[in-house]
């Protein structure tokens, strides 16, 4: 990363480039991806039910996959928390050091004029 002036600016474009628009686009796949398991989490239980005939309550794998289930929504959820805090982290250092060096600052309004602000791309959904 430069030191200051252009340099830094124009690096403080790329890490714009990842808080405001890479970084939100990884979080949304991952709380999309907590969302759908969550979705699926109560209708499955319907699955291990087992007949009147057989005993009834639920069959022994339910306790299993709904842990799993659970470990898995909780790893999602706070992984796309994380990615989430990452990009607030950057965006305070971005603003921080455009502060502080007027020539990276001068810099990156160049980039955002010339290229626009970042943003997270569009879902596809498929």
Partial sequence: MGDSGERLGADLYRLL???DGHLPTVAAVYQDAAANLEAAGAPAERLFR????????????????????????????????ALDDASQALR????????????????LQEF??????????????G
């Fill in 17 to 19: 480039r990842v808080a």
């Fill in 50 to 81: 087992r007949p009147g005939a057989l005993g009834g309550g639920t069959s022994a794998a339910w306790e299993p996959w709904i842990e799993l289930h659970t470990t898995v929504l909780r790893c999602l959820r706070d992984t796309g928390a």
């Fill in 92 to 107: 305070i250092a971005v603003d921080a050091y455009r502060a502080a060096d007027d020539g990276a600052r001068m810099t």
């Fill in 112 to 125: 955002l004029d010339r290229d626009g602000e970042p943003k997270p791309q569009p879902r596809v959904d």
